[in-house]
């Protein structure tokens, strides 16, 4: 399974986000998480974030800034960090629209409507938590489905509790990417 976390830039939020979910799922060799951004950035991770990082033990995985291209269209999933990107993304490539979510949204709908591993393949369970789904959720902004973004000029307490926000986020997606049968 194929897995990308979506950014802006690809610098702080998703990087940090791939990190923190590859070492979550590493009991499964079937799931892969990249990172992507919608515009790309310059590859520097902020110094502030890098300490933030240091502290906890976590390393970035994915090289910082690339962008999000054509080569993600055969994604199993993709989670956007911000309502705006994935409207962004969606409305570029809409055949993407289907399997693409906020991260925040994706742990909702997950946790409110679990799969059924033995009943269903994992492309079938994204059919069913998107089936109820309106383009029309995509308009406006919307706080319960952004992950705050502390730009390049951030300062530690706010990496800090971005990264936060994403061990939490993390913790709640992981368990529904793992364990999926790879002949369903």
Known sequence: ??????CFANTCRSPVAEALLAESVMSDPT???TSKGLAGGDGSTPPALNDV?????????SPSGERLGPESD????????????????VVARPTLWPRSFTFREFARRAQ??????????????IDVLHASRSRDELLGDD??????????WGDGPAFEAMVDELVVLSSKVAPFLIGWSTSA
């Open 143 to 152: 706080p319960r489905d952004d992950v705050n973004d502390p730009g390049l």
């Open 53 to 61: 990082l240091s502290v906890r033990g976590l390393s970035l995985n």
């Open 1 to 6: 399974m194929k897995v990308v976390v979506v």
């Open 112 to 125: 409110l409507n679990p799969p059924s591993r033995e009943t269903e393949s994992f492309s079938q369970w």
């Open 31 to 33: 799931v892969v998480i």
């Open 74 to 89: 055969d994604a199993d999933l993709l989670l956007f960090m911000e309502r705006s990107l994935l409207r962004e993304a």
